[in-house]
Each structure stands twice: as C-alpha cells, then as structure tokens.
C-alpha cells in the first residue's frame, strides 16, 4: 500500500519560513513524481508545486521565488521549503503522486494523497 506523510507545518509569523516534509512509504520515491497542493476551506485546491522523477521543478505563480520543492530519494522524501511566507499562504498542504514520473498537467491525475498539514501564517 503507498502512503505519503506530510510534516512540518505549523505557525509562522509573516516574513518567516517552513519545511514540509512528504516521506513516502509501501513505494520508492525514485521513479516518480510529487506533486504539492494547498487548500483553503470553502475554496478550490491550488497547486503549488511539482518536481519529475529527474528532478525538473515547476511552481504555481503564487509560489515562484519564494518555495523551493527538492527530493532526497535515500530518504525517500520529498521537501517544500517555503520563505517569506504571507498570510495568504496560510492553508493546509498535501503531497500528491500521480504514480508516473513526470508532473501530470491535471490535478485530476495524482492517485495517491497525503492527509495535509496545516500551515498558519500569522503575526
């Protein structure tokens, strides 16, 4: 069974930064894709972020320049470091596999879902 683990989360004053963890269990991280995702209640899922199998990043506009998504595949874990981070960060954030390699353009594609970690950002 596949399990992904988020951690890290937690209350942050404006300007500050996080880690969040994704440790992945029941699979290797090495050939596949995490994807991550932020939800606020009452709206949509936004994506976030994704690293490939090889390690190619993309980012959410919200987060380019500010959040840096890296893979320790000897860990098997996945990392979104976060800076200087806004109240409008504040939200839960999952981790995501679509169980291939490459990001998936869609949302809709990822199969297999972490149960979120609360990130508050608040002064």
């Known amino acids: 069974q596949l399990h992904l683990v988020e951690s890290g989360g937690g209350l942050v004053p404006p300007g500050g930064s996080l880690r969040l963890s994704c440790a992945a269990s029941?699979?290797?991280?090495?050939?596949?894709?995490i994807g991550w995702f932020r939800q606020v209640p009452g709206k949509e899922s936004e994506g976030v972020s994704c690293?490939?199998?090889?390690?190619?990043?993309y980012y959410a506009d919200s987060a380019m320049g500010r959040f840096t998504v890296s893979r320790d595949n000897a860990k098997n874990t996945v990392y979104l470091q976060m800076s200087n981070l806004k109240p409008e960060d504040t939200a839960v954030y999952y981790c995501?596999?679509?169980?291939?390699?490459?990001?998936?353009?869609?949302?809709?594609?990822?199969?297999?879902w972490g149960q979120g970690t609360q990130v508050t950002v608040s002064s």
């Open positions: 690293i490939n199998s090889d390690g190619k990043t």
């Open positions: 029941g699979f290797t991280l090495d050939h596949h894709a």
């Open positions: 995501a596999a679509p169980g291939q390699a490459i990001c998936p353009a869609s949302p809709g594609h990822y199969r297999y």
